[in-house]
């Protein structure tokens, strides 16, 4: 029960995480190199909140991870 609610949470921040991934790799790109698409200020503040919410979905993605890890090998244990 625990293995499998911590494979959901890990795939949700997974895929999370990964959209944070390109977003701040295009914000960063604009602030670089000057792209057109938004100013440099709007990418400043995308990218400073973006990666606010990465932080805490990657915490979270790899705190499930070292559950799935965990979990059998405790199990294994206690048999």
Do not use: C
């Not at 559950?67 to 244990?77: D, E």
């Amino acid at each position: 029960m625990i293995y499998n609610y911590s494979r959901k949470i890990h795939r949700l921040f997974m895929f999370l995480t990964i959209v944070l991934t390109f977003l701040m790799w295009l914000t960063g790109q604009v602030m670089e190199e000057g792209w057109a698409i938004m100013t440099d200020p709007q990418a400043r503040y995308i990218h400073r909140i973006s990666s606010k919410v990465f932080t805490i979905s990657l915490g979270l993605m790899i705190v499930s991870g070292l559950v799935m890890y965990l979990y059998p090998l405790i199990r294994k244990i206690k048999k």
